[in-house]
């Protein structure tokens, strides 16, 4: 097993150029957009949705996380270049990651080991540009809401205590959370609360990911709920005709990124939100791109299945009427330890009994995903410190469901360590896929579709609403937004909304706080228990640990 580092190991793979992984796909220099050798961009016209249909969708999960994430992306990349390996045409398309988990705790999302997309450095910063759009795109439309606050022309007599609409920054700063702007006296603007979110989680964000062409961006960013004038009635972004200029700062973020895996297969990357706060799953555009030029895509939603599986199902899935035909739903013995109740110290300690404990929650997840009529496939995401009791007692428990458990060695083996995974998958893919179904209808009033999530898919007795949300409630209905998609933000640590209660809680209720409304998205927000939608550096963030040299050369990131 090697002893370099996720970036050593990028950085000793020879890439080819990007025309070469283009030709693989079958698509010609001619509509390859280059960003120097080795990134480039692809046209929305290469997407056929009769190609579409005939290609296959494998969704790429996990059970309730550690803190440290237990390696979907490396799976998904491993799987990818296993399907490759034994003679499928297979593509990954994968999220962009976000600067804040970079410089934060989770570091770089770009794979692990000799799993990884590449250029590495390049996808774990700025990449092609499109957060830096998404943020210039969301923070425009903050600067036009102020100016017509401030304006005596065309004033649309917006009421400042009502405005929804934050700005947005893409870095982890507890300190941006709440903000007083337009101080200073009246050349300065009107003073009034306001507030940073992450940009992943932007509405911007969420728009692209949803949106199916251009002018579908466009309709949507004008559809962007601002708050209320003060004779109570609502105001959009199309009120302040900002949707084409939001829209000229996405024009090239809207086109799918091309990169490769350190095996030279392709790999789709395009827009990032989080699972915890967003919809957590890439952009509808690049998905649907990767259908069009490849005969499998393994795609990847964040966190545990509760929450970005469950948003790719429910949301994008039956927005975009993709099938998913497998999900993989990745496990690993450190999880199964913590569920089992051991403490972050013993997590690499052989323990059979909290392993045992712990496959509550990997069995929980298994029956969630088989009610949306798919079949999973337990991909155990291999450690050094597993132990073959440990593994063979998860196969089993597995057996039992009738699920099949596979060891993922990606990370170490890269392809060669994955083709008994991949070839898991295609015998589902080939012989038991059924069409999938959504949780929930839509059309099912706001109440319906929150209990039908929490009581489903995360095991809770009972909703609770604080007043708050009864009021953000009677809000949706008015305005006419109950037939939404619900984007839950939920904690990742558990099923319920209370991190400590790990395993498979039971007996227990969640409490929707609030509920925000992305209604160019075209879905509601439940906000569970504490959550926040600007998260915070730890004490020692991975910053500490990176450097670079004259010459450029990184070290320390992810």
Avoid at 324 to 331: E, R
Avoid at 370 to 385: C, D, T, W, Y
Avoid at 405 to 413: P, T
Wanted: aromatic residues 6%.
């Amino acid at each position: 097993m090697s002893h370099l580092s996720d970036i050593e190991i990028a950085q000793a793979n020879e890439l080819v150029h990007i025309s070469q992984i283009a030709e693989k796909l079958e698509v010609s220099e001619e509509d390859v957009e280059m960003y120097g050798k080795y990134k480039a961009k692809l046209p929305l016209k290469l997407i056929d949705e009769n190609k579409i249909k005939n290609n296959n969708l494998v969704l790429v999960t996990a059970l309730t996380p550690t803190p440290a994430g237990e390696g979907k992306t490396t799976v998904s990349i491993g799987l990818t270049e296993g399907l490759n390996k034994i003679g499928k045409q297979a593509t990954v398309v994968l999220r962009e990651p976000s600067l804040g988990p970079v410089f934060g705790i989770k570091g770089g999302a770009a794979g692990g080991g000799y799993s990884q997309v590449v250029p590495m450095e390049d996808i774990n910063l700025h990449f092609t540009g499109d957060f830096n759009a998404v943020e210039k795109a969301n923070n425009l439309l903050s600067a036009l809401i102020d100016n017509n606050l401030q304006s005596r022309e065309n004033n649309l007599n917006i009421d400042p205590r009502t405005i929804l609409w934050k700005r947005v920054i893409d870095m982890n700063d507890r300190a941006l959370r709440n903000i007083t702007i337009g101080l200073g006296g009246t050349a300065n603007g009107v003073p009034r609360e306001d507030g940073f979110n992450i940009t992943p989680a932007s509405e911007v964000m969420a728009i692209l990911c949803m949106a199916t062409d251009f002018n579908n961006l466009k309709e949507r960013l004008g559809n962007i709920f601002i708050g209320f004038t003060y004779d109570k009635k609502p105001v959009f972004a199309k009120d302040l005709k900002a949707e084409n200029a939001m829209a000229i700062l996405l024009k090239d973020a809207i086109k799918p990124n091309l990169v490769q895996t350190l095996e030279g297969n392709p790999a789709i990357i395009h827009g990032g939100p989080f699972a915890n706060i967003a919809q957590g799953t890439n952009t509808i555009i690049a998905t649907k791109m990767g259908l069009s030029l490849s005969n499998y895509v393994v795609t990847e939603a964040g966190f545990g299945a509760d929450l970005g599986a469950e948003k790719f199902l429910n949301i994008k899935s039956a927005y975009a009427k993709l099938n998913p035909k497998a999900v993989v739903l990745v496990a690993t013995i450190r999880a199964l330890r913590h569920h089992g109740g051991v403490e972050k110290e013993e997590y690499n300690t052989q323990n059979l009994e909290a392993v045992q404990r712990g496959f509550r929650n990997l069995e929980k997840h298994i029956e969630n995903i088989r009610k949306f009529n798919i079949e999973p496939v337990v991909a155990i995401n291999s450690f050094v410190s597993d132990t073959e009791e440990e593994i063979n007692y998860v196969i089993n428990q597995c057996a039992s469901m009738n699920v099949e458990a596979v060891v993922s060695k990606g990370w170490a083996e890269g392809g060669e360590g994955t083709k008994d995974l991949a070839k898991a998958v295609v015998n589902v893919v080939e012989n038991k896929a059924t069409v999938y179904q959504p949780l929930y209808n839509w059309n099912s009033s706001v109440k319906e579709k929150i209990e039908k999530i929490a009581k489903e898919i995360y095991g809770a007795d009972a909703v609770e609403y604080s007043g708050r949300a009864r009021l953000n409630l009677n809000r949706i209905e008015r305005l006419g937004f109950s037939n939404f998609a619900v984007c839950m933000a939920k904690t990742q640590k558990s099923f319920s909304d209370n991190e400590k209660l790990i395993g498979r809680p039971e007996g227990f209720t969640v409490t929707v706080r609030e509920i925000e409304i992305a209604a160019g998205a075209e879905f509601i927000i439940p906000i569970l228990g504490k959550m926040m939608r600007m998260p915070g550096l730890p004490s020692v963030p991975a910053s500490e640990k990176m450097t670079i040299d004259s010459n450029g050369t990184i070290s320390g990131l992810s």
